[in-house]
Structures are given as C-alpha cells and as structure tokens.
C-alpha cells in the first residue's frame, strides 16, 4: 500500500513538472517582423536572456540612430504539446548553431550518437532534424549560464509544439531602459568600451 501511494505521488510530480515545462511562457528574439514559425534550433527562453541575444556589437551604433534605429521584435512563445526533451550543457564558447549538439553528444539518445561522431555540420543539417522527429524528441533544454544565468533556455526540434502567441516591435532604447544591468554585462565582456557603456547611459537620461 505504501509503495502504490509513493507511485501515486511520484506520477502526480512528473505530470506537475511536464506541465510547468509545457505551459511556461518564453521569449524569442529577431530582428525578423513577421515570423511564423520557428527554424530547427531556434532559441526560446526567458525574457532577459532573448534580449540579450538580440544585442549585437552594432546595438551600440542602433542607440546613436535614435529614432531611425532598428527595432528588435520580441515573440511570445509557448510550448504547447511538447513532450519530450533532453538536458544539455551550455557553454560560453558556443557560437554555431550545432554546437549545443557537438559539445553534448554523449548526452543524446545511443541511436544518434555514432552519426553525430562521424558525421559532418552538412551531413546533420539534412538528416538530423528527421532523427530527432523519429524519436518523438521536441526540444533540448539546458541551464543558463550565460544569457539570463540559472534561468533555462529551449532549443527548437520540432517547431510544431512551440507556439507564438504575439509580438511586440521595441527600439534599442526601450529595451536597454527595461535591462539597464546589460550594459555593465557587455563591459565585462568587451562588447563595449567603457567610453560606449558611459555614452549609452548618457543617450538613456
């Protein structure tokens, strides 16, 4: 009787845990107005990390434009109906849109790990999105440890189950005035100078 009540409880804990994965509102950033569904490896996570992937090294030249500048267009995203994910480790060196995969494939199913050793990017840009379908795999998820740190971030398998739900157009300023902490972020980073960072807080004032 006590091990069918700890059964009970543990099913009662996935399905709670399923359903703040799959209900959780997230962000996607672009600087594409109108999109309608989402590539294979889009990026979808919190608020203040979609932001940050929206500032390039020309945001700073985007702030001097003022009301000329290009706008960054932030879409509201649910993951309706996915089911099945798999964790993977970030990184700070993770430029190409492969890399989460490359970096983590010991961590991926045992059918795709001899392809992904001995294939090419080329080779994993055709098949692996299939790959990933035929095992009813719809995202990777891992936490933050460089945009938004300890928050979690999605990675887009099956376009199908990540639903946009609205979008909203923001100026360079706007969003820098929601997330002023960026700015001493891209210092550390050597996105900007200090001279830029200081400019920037000026152009804000």
């Known amino acids: 009787m006590f091990n069918w009540i700890l059964q009970v409880l543990d099913l009662v804990k996935y399905r709670m845990k ?10 996607h950033s672009s600087d594409v107005p109108n999109i309608k569904k989402f590539h294979f490896l889009s990026h979808v996570g919190t608020w203040a990390a979609a932001v940050e992937r929206s500032l390039q090294k020309d945001f700073f030249t985007d702030m001097l434009a003022g009301d000329q500048a290009s706008k960054t267009y932030m879409y509201q ?3 309706d109906g996915c089911n099945k994910g798999i964790q993977v480790l970030d990184g700070p ?14 961590l991926m199913p045992q059918e795709l790990q001899p392809f992904l050793r ?3 990017y080329d080779d994993w840009g055709k098949k692996l999105p299939g790959m990933f379908r035929k095992l009813g795999i719809d995202f990777l998820w891992y936490h933050n440890r460089i945009e938004s740190p300890n928050s979690r971030s999605y990675i887009v398998l099956n376009p199908n189950c990540f ?5 909203q ?3 360079p300023r706007e969003i820098l005035l929601a997330n002023p902490k960026v700015i001493d972020l891209f ?14 807080r000026d152009l804000l004032r």
């Not at 060196?93 to 010991?106: A, L, P, Q, R, V």
């Not at 639903?163 to 979008?167: E, F, P, S």
């Not at 996105?191 to 960072?197: D, I, L, N, S, Y």
Request: hydrophobic letters at 40%.
């Open 118 to 120: 001995k294939s090419s």
């Open 77 to 79: 995203v649910n993951m």
């Open 93 to 106: 060196n993770f430029s190409e849109k492969w890399d989460h995969i490359y970096y983590n494939t010991h």
């Open 18 to 27: 399923l359903q703040e994965i799959t209900q959780r509102i997230l962000w």
């Open 169 to 171: 157009a923001y100026t």
């Open 163 to 167: 639903k946009i739900m609205g979008v």
């Open 187 to 200: 210092v550390r980073r050597g996105v900007w100078t200090k001279w830029q960072a200081q400019k920037v």
